[in-house]
């Protein structure tokens, strides 16, 4: 795989980040689509791993409280899982965040992906807590 990130500047590339989204959240975990799909799309900057051509991975970062940054619906297709795809993009995320100026970076984790969260260097705070019948947990990692 030669994987790159991009920033989706273009309309097609927004929607390939929202087809695995589709593919991962709602398909794969029973997500409702209609809260997958939220108002925040277009204050955020959406990232795209592409293997070649191919679409494979994505998240999304947008502007959060005290120069924090917010990573939300990271994704990777299930072929692609297991091979550092996810580290790719959470990596981008940050050196864009960095870039930017932001100083902290603030997720809701699943539970189930808390340790890959940890792997990155991200630290639980507070509880757990159900969004969309799911289990989260909220996560911080400073940029500094
Ligand atoms: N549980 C425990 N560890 C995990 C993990 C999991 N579910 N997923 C990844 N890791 C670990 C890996 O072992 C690896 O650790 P290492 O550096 O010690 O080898 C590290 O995290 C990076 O893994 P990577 O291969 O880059 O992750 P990935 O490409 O499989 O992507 C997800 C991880 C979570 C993005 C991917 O599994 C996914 O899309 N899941 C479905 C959607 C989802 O749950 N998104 C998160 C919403 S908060």
Redesign the pocket.
């Known amino acids: 795989m030669t994987p790159t990130v991009k920033v989706a500047k273009q309309d097609e590339q927004r929607e390939q980040a929202f087809a695995i989204r589709r593919k ?2 709602v398909e ?2 029973k997500v409702p689509l209609s809260l997958e799909m939220d108002e925040w799309e277009n204050d955020s900057i959406h990232f795209v791993l592409y293997d070649g051509d191919k679409a494979v ?1 994505t998240g999304r970062l947008r502007p959060w409280e005290g120069q924090s940054g917010k990573v939300e ?5 299930q072929d ?10 959470m990596k981008a995320i940050e050196e864009y965040a960095r870039k930017l100026g932001m100083i902290r970076l603030v ?4 539970v ?6 940890e ?2 260097g991200f630290q639980v705070e507070g509880d757990i807590f159900l969004d969309a019948g799911i289990e ?1 947990i909220k996560m911080t990692k400073a940029l500094s």
Do not use: M, P, T
């Open positions: 991962v959240f794969e975990q991975g619906r990271v994704a990777v297709l692609y899982r297991g091979q550092g795809s996810g580290r790719i993009i997720l809701n984790a699943q189930q992906a808390q340790k890959f969260y792997s990155l989260h």
